[in-house]
């Protein structure tokens, strides 16, 4: 089982300002075939189920606003909001699904300072 | 637009069992492998079982193989999860979700959860 650590626990950044979240994977997740990172990240709002934010590491869902981006390859990953907003107050989840079983981050919670 | 929605969730004995189903919609259902992630209260997230769009298949990580089963019925556009010998860790939101058609085992749509609570 592939095991995911996220860092930090939580953070406290003001309003507009760069919010980074780092997750480590304890093996590769990337696939040399076709040259993809089999890592997403999510976003759980208080109350609410998870919402796919990004996949393969770095593209965007649908809808997604662009001040979230996903970056790193192999075992180290980022999630960086380049300017929070107050609708940006939520747990981040990164989630490996390079193999099975599917696994997830614990969790980074970002509020606001 | 897809919609899932759960249903089932409520309150079991310490090794009774209980069914869960997720209605789905907007979509080919039988297109798409389907999971169930659960979240205890205040804690992260755990896959607990996968199958197949055919249902042709079904995954499960050792916490929970042997005690539950994933299946779907394609022509009702219904997944289900029947869980047995419930313990109290099994506690928590049931979320069904939906594959994406790149990978069987991300999730780009999740339900709203049924709250499943073990204890006597």
């Known amino acids: 089982e592939i095991v995911m650590t996220q860092s930090p626990d939580s953070l406290a950044v003001s309003l507009g300002e760069r919010a980074t979240i780092n997750c480590k994977s304890s093996?590769?997740?990337?696939?040399?075939?076709?040259?993809?990172?089999?890592l997403g990240w999510y976003q759980q709002k208080p109350g609410q189920p998870p919402n796919l934010l990004i996949f393969w590491a770095s593209t965007r869902e649908s809808g997604v606003p662009d001040r979230f981006s996903g970056s790193g390859s192999g075992t180290d990953f980022t999630l960086t909001i380049s300017s929070l907003q107050a609708e940006d107050v939520a747990v981040y989840y990164c989630?490996?699904?390079?193999?099975?079983?599917?696994?997830f981050g614990q969790g980074t919670k970002v509020e606001i300072k | 637009e897809v919609q899932l929605l759960e249903s089932g969730g409520g309150l079991a004995q310490p090794g009774g069992s209980l069914r869960l189903s997720c209605a789905a919609s907007g979509f080919t259902f039988s297109s798409y492998d389907m999971s169930w992630v659960r979240q205890a209260p205040g804690k992260g997230l755990e896959w607990v079982s996968g199958i197949s769009g055919s249902g042709g298949s079904t995954y499960y990580p050792d916490s929970v193989k042997g005690r539950f089963t994933i299946s779907r019925d394609n022509s009702k556009n219904t997944l289900y999860l029947q869980m047995s010998s419930l313990r109290a860790e099994d506690t928590a939101v049931y979320y069904c979700t939906k594959g994406p058609p790149w990978s069987s085992w991300s999730f780009d749509y999740w339900g709203q959860g049924t709250l499943v609570t073990v204890s006597s």
């Open positions: 093996q590769s997740v990337f696939y040399s075939s076709n040259s993809k990172n089999y």
């Open positions: 989630q490996q699904y390079y193999s099975t079983p599917p696994t």
